[in-house]
């Protein structure tokens, strides 16, 4: 856990404990990264990894989530070949 927190403050990155739709989120507009209360040290260490990925990476929350498409442009089921 001190190595993660390590790491957001090294990002620039701020923590917070809140409820949300998911046990976790990162708001690249207040450098944010959100978990919620009553996980466990385990889920929470996993929570703040990801989240602190999506932010060392660069990832921005989709504006409006659109069907994957195939590279003719037509809908795809979500399902890829083997």
């Known amino acids: 856990m001190e190595a993660l927190l390590r790491l957001l403050e090294e990002n620039g990155l701020h923590l917070v404990e809140r409820r949300g739709r998911h046990h976790g989120g990162y708001e690249p507009q207040t450098a944010t990264i959100r978990v919620a209360p ?14 602190l990925a999506h932010a060392v990476l660069g990832h921005t929350p989709p504006q409006i989530r ?9 809908p795809t089921s979500g399902l890829r070949a083997c």
Do not use: K
């Not at 009553?38 to 989240?51: D, K, M, N, Y």
């Not at 659109?66 to 037509?74: I, L, T, W, Y």
């Open 38 to 51: 009553g996980l466990s040290r385990r889920a929470t260490c996993s929570v703040i990894a990801h989240e």
């Open 66 to 74: 659109r069907p994957a498409r195939d590279r003719s442009g037509a």
